[in-house]
């Protein structure tokens, strides 16, 4: 086997930069890189490159600051998420150095990549998790507190059970879900999707086979909203739920699994709908409604984004209320720059209006693969 080929890494000019220009640079880097993989961009590796040198500048100042700036805190979330998401794409090296930019959010330590652990992200079994409050607690340890500075032993010796358990559920679900042969898209149902507790309404119509699971849907529907779709969801539909679950796992009696039942199965009429709940700590709600049945377009790949309106909140955003709240400061800052806790949250270069259907259906090409593209009749 030949040795792996060592990724150039991208140089950037950091000199005397300030600890906001820092914090900027790593969240553009950031949103770059997440751009890359949600494309399948040719540029992934040059991308993840610069999002490392970025983030190891910035984990330089780090060490030497008081806590963690909020352009930074956003992104410090969603690492763990990224990071089981890119792992395919990127390189051995790539995988250990993003692995442990992730972990120095927890140490408060500065990364070091001339001295890394070989396998890093393989030998700790994934990527850490850093809960909203940032800070790492497990039943029977003392919660963690980055500005405690603990080691990496102590924090892994907490890192066990809920959100590692929901991460490496949900990858697992993800690639049962994405594998086997095409199946006929034989109906197709035009649904409505619309955020909850957002005025005005953030909303997408997405054309799906009307055979597609629940679980399924899932993805589908987080992949609309540009999100990865790792965390915990559910269907509610006529008083019952419908959850990831695995085999023989317990659940109570409205509950049922995701995967076993079929949209058709519960939308069958025009104007029927359901609601739907991703990450049940912050519950994004939605509404899903079915607007009408179609048959299949030939040369249109299901599931497919037909429209919609204004832009989602990044996955990583606390709450429908701290969106609204943010995006209104986003809408209200014409002709200059939002404050720092809404570039903070939603990005530097967030734009409230912004619907991109084209980087949408990109985005739901690995679902497109599971069905069988409708071919013309000659």
């Known amino acids: 086997m030949s040795a792996e080929k060592k990724p150039q890494i991208i140089k950037l000019d950091f000199a005397g930069s300030d600890y906001d220009r820092l914090a900027e640079v790593f969240a553009q880097k950031h949103d770059a890189l997440k751009r890359a993989l949600t494309q399948h961009a040719p540029e992934i590796h040059a991308a993840c490159d610069e999002f490392l040198e970025a983030a190891r500048q910035y984990t330089l100042r780090m060490s030497h600051e008081d806590m963690l700036h909020k352009e930074a805190l956003r992104i410090a979330i969603a690492l763990p998420s990224l990071l089981e998401w890119a792992a395919a794409a990127l390189t051995e090296s790539q995988r250990d150095k993003l692995y442990c930019i992730t972990a120095s ?58 959100e590692r358990t929901i991460y490496q559920r949900m990858l697992g ?17 035009q649904l409505r999707v619309t955020m909850l507790d957002c005025d005005p309404a953030v909303w ?48 109570g009696a409205d509950e049922h699994d995701a995967a076993k039942f079929r949209l058709c199965d519960l939308l069958a009429n025009p104007k029927d709908k359901m609601n ?19 048959p ?58 912004l619907f991109n259907k084209d980087a949408i259906n990109q985005a739901l090409v690995p679902l497109q693969a599971v069905w069988q593209t409708p071919s013309y009749n000659h």
């Open 204 to 251: 997408r119509v997405a054309l799906v086979p009307a055979t597609i699971t629940l679980r399924q849907l899932h993805w589908t529907i987080t992949a609309l909203f540009g999100w990865i779709g790792l965390s915990d969801f559910e269907f509610n539909h006529a008083g019952k739920a419908y959850l990831p679950l695995v085999p023989d796992e317990e659940a």
């Open 105 to 162: 959010f927890i140490t408060g330590e500065a990364v070091d990549f001339n001295n890394l652990p070989n396998g890093a992200f393989s030998f700790f079994g994934g990527a850490p998790n850093i809960d909203d409050d940032i800070a790492l607690k497990d039943e029977g340890h003392e919660e963690i507190d980055l500005m405690q500075e603990p080691s990496l032993e102590d924090w892994i010796s907490c890192y066990e059970d809920q």
């Open 173 to 189: 679900f993800r690639a049962i879900d994405l594998q086997g042969k095409p199946s006929a898209v034989e109906s197709v149902c």
């Open 276 to 294: 739907y709940c991703y990450n049940m700590d912050v519950q994004w709600w939605f509404s899903v409604k079915l607007d009408k049945a179609l």
């Open 296 to 353: 299949p377009e030939p040369g249109l790949a299901y599931p497919h984004c037909a429209r919609g309106k204004l832009a989602a909140p990044p996955e990583e955003c606390d709450s429908a209320s701290l969106f609204q709240m943010l995006r209104q400061e986003f809408l209200a800052s014409s002709g200059h720059k939002p404050g720092k806790h809404a570039i903070g949250m939603l990005g530097a270069h967030f734009d409230p209006e």
